[in-house]
């Protein structure tokens, strides 16, 4: 099968060789030059054989309306543009009636994986109509982790972003509480090996887990965490996950709470946001701030 791909970082990056290595043509632009296999999103598209599919990986908001603007414009009916980036799930709505008017189907899809994704597959979460979706199947099935999970057809158009966001929700609360637990074994005298302590979760207990995996490679890295500020930002889609839960009536404690102490971390220089910010940068390769 034959692919554009716009936004080459990180992830965009990773799903391209990714993609490559399972026989797939990929066709990527991005504004870095160094990176990019055309110099236009125009030239991208006629690289393309009809019906086109058109990845996009670019941040959400403003940057995926303008590619969103210019594919609608470039592409034809019988065409797909798949959004996998972090947008919101109403922007999806929006975005699949743009491109409906024009015969142009869209898929949504959330992508789990990080800067892992390249050699353990991706998470994959979509939504939209069935007859695109199935179009696409070849290209989830080079991206999804071997064996029988890791990839669903969440619902129509938004789903997938939706499904994505509630998985970050629950992210947030999962590093919160293994982020208290490492700061009040660094603080009592009797445990003076907290590293290690760690690391005994790995295997029969029930909260083992690949984010318990990536705390140990952090404190392997800087085992009290000295070199980072107590900051972590938050993404938005914690946000995004508690204003639903409001606007459905279903109670969020947890995820609530977690969200709130990233807000405390502007604050102050919080220890428990030093394993955050750990855990940010080993699954995702987000910045972490080092202490001056």
Avoid at 70 to 87: A, C, Y
Avoid at 127 to 145: M, S, W
Avoid at 228 to 241: F, V
């Amino acid at each position: 099968m034959k692919l554009g791909l716009i936004g080459l970082g990180k992830m965009g990056g990773n799903m391209r060789e990714r993609i490559r290595r399972a026989g797939h043509t990929v066709i990527g632009y991005d504004r870095n030059p160094d990176v990019s296999d055309v110099g236009s999103l125009e030239e991208l598209v006629q690289q393309l054989d009809a019906p086109r599919t058109v990845w996009v990986m670019v941040p959400a908001g403003t940057a995926t309306q303008t590619v969103i603007d210019e594919l609608k414009d470039l592409l034809s009916p019988g065409d797909t543009v798949v959004d996998g980036g972090n947008s919101r799930w109403t922007d999806d709505e929006k975005h699949a009636a743009e491109l409906g008017i024009k015969g142009i189907g869209f898929v949504d899809a959330g992508v789990s994986g990080g800067v892992w994704g390249l050699q353990n597959g991706y998470a994959l979460m979509v939504g939209g109509d069935k007859e695109h979706v199935e179009r696409l199947q070849p290209i989830f099935e080079a991206l999804k982790p071997e064996g029988p999970y890791g990839y669903v057809h969440a619902g129509r158009v938004g789903a997938g972003h939706f499904s994505k966001m509630v998985h970050n929700g629950i992210e947030y609360a999962m590093m919160q509480a293994y982020a208290e637990g490492w700061e009040l074994l660094e603080k009592v005298n009797s445990v003076d090996n907290v590293r290690e302590v760690f690391r005994s979760w790995q295997e029969g207990t029930v909260i083992r887990s690949w984010l318990l995996d990536l705390a140990v490679n952090a404190l392997d890295e800087d085992e009290h965490l000295e070199k980072l500020r107590g900051y972590a930002e938050d993404s938005g889609e914690g946000r995004w996950t508690v204003e639903a839960a409001i606007d459905n009536a279903v109670p969020l404690p947890a995820i609530t709470a977690s969200l709130f102490a990233r807000f405390a971390s502007r604050q102050d220089d919080s220890p428990q946001m030093k394993m955050i910010a750990a855990l940010r940068n080993q699954f995702g390769g987000h910045a972490v701030e080092s202490k001056k």
